[in-house]
């Protein structure tokens, strides 16, 4: 069991890094915690002591008012295996980026040169910002493990990218990184997880079709993208050349995802066949409508005189089927399927047969309260041979990294 200094700095999101704690040490983990002064005024000092059982490190000079002078500034970063930043403010993170060391946390992470993760949360505009874009790359590029915020509404009111990411996320990638530090200290080689899907490139569709019924309506469907969105962002993560088509998805754009808007089936249909030479792995998690208005009617249909409207529905071509059959050898090509209860999961299995794809996603439709525009999903993963995992109710970000666990020893096969 490890040693994990829990860093916690100022930003409304610090009460779950409580949450965090507890889990961490539920694990069975040592957790020894940092407060900066901005994070007192969320959390205090006294919940953590009480919770961890251990002193809380709130300052460089503790001991100053009472005159001692052999404080060891040093011993959060001594005893650590790993240190967790959560959550970790934009100013926190322009301090680490430039190595700043003013206070107690930055001096232990300067001090620390072991795993350092960080779960960034904030306004969706700040974490937007080039300013902050470009700390987390530096961040990332010395080998910062950053976990990605969450979307949705934040305590400010504003919607968007910038809540803290699950508090069991952020345990499992602390635990994550406590691993491939292990695996590298034991074998001088990455963990399999750490940038499994580098040099490869993957296509992934999100959200849902919408199919023009007239110059201002459409047939459409209530995917929110939120599932593809994460599909993307765990491939970007383990190294993938990642594309998006986008179907009508207004949640953030992740830097450095290609980014193609395809509206509707036809627009898809499009897109899918242009990328599939240049691609190794195509998912496709978008929802696409199976019938469109057979033609666009021209401006805006007029109500008046008419008590009924007839709308003539043509089926729309099946992407995921024709570009399976037309692969070339080595392409790893996943669906999804959204089926209602255990009688769906028998459909499921039997689709993942008849169209031809490697690994079938199974979304328990019946399920209230997750799948459609929640961050929470329930998933079973039908893999070759009928091989099946099913992820219990959890984050999508989780469900995506156990998607991708599934696909990636296929992907390097090929
Ligand atoms: N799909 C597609 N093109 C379509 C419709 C669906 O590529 N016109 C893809 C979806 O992106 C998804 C998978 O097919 O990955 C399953 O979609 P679903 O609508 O659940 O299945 P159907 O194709 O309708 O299945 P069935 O043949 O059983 O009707």
Known sequence: MAEVVLAVTGGIAAY???????????????????????????????TFAALS???????????????????????????ADVVLVCPATA???????????????????????????VAPA??????????????????????VTVIPPADGLLADGDVGAGRLADPVDVCDAVERALTSESAEGAEG???????????????????????????????????????????????????????????????????GITYVDTPTAADLHAATVAAMPSCDVLVMAAAVADFRPAGEAPGKIDKSGSDALELRLEKTPDILTEVTAGRRDGQ??????????????????AKRRRKGVDVLV??????????????RNAITIIGPGDAEEA????????????????????????
């Open 16 to 46: 779950k890094s409580i949450d965090v704690m507890r889990i961490l040490q539920k694990r069975g983990h040592g957790v020894s915690v940092l407060l900066t002064p901005n994070a007192e005024r969320f959390v205090t000092p006294g």
């Open 53 to 79: 059982g251990r002193p809380v490190g709130r300052s460089l000079f503790p001991h100053e008012e009472a005159g001692v002078v052999d404080y060891d500034h040093l011993d959060f970063a001594r005893r």
């Open 91 to 117: 100013n926190t993170l322009a301090e680490m980026a430039h190595g700043l060391a003013g206070g107690l946390v930055g001096t232990t992470l300067l001090a620390f040169d072991g795993p350092v993760l």
């Open 122 to 143: 904030m306004n969706p505009r700040m974490l937007a910002h080039p300013a902050t874009v470009a700390n987390l790359r530096t961040l990332r590029g010395r080998g």
């Open 189 to 255: 080689t990455a963990a399999p997880s750490a940038h499994d899907l580098a040099g490869i490139r993957v296509v992934i569709t999100a959200g849902g079709t919408q199919e023009p019924i007239d110059a201002v309506r459409f047939v459409g469907n209530r995917s929110s993208g939120k599932m593809g969105w994460a599909v993307a962002a765990e491939a970007r993560h383990r190294g993938a050349d990642v594309t998006v088509l986008a179907c009508n998805v207004t949640l953030p754009r992740v830097p």
């Open 332 to 349: 790893v090509i996943v669906g999804f399927a959204a089926e209602h209860g255990q009688a769906g999961l028998e459909r499921a299995r």
């Open 362 to 375: 199974h979304n328990d439709i019946a399920r209230t309260g997750i799948g459609f525009g929640s961050d």
């Open 391 to 414: 992820v219990a109710e959890a984050s999508k970000a989780e469900c995506a990294r156990r998607i991708w666990n599934v696909v990636v020893p296929l992907a390097r096969r090929g």
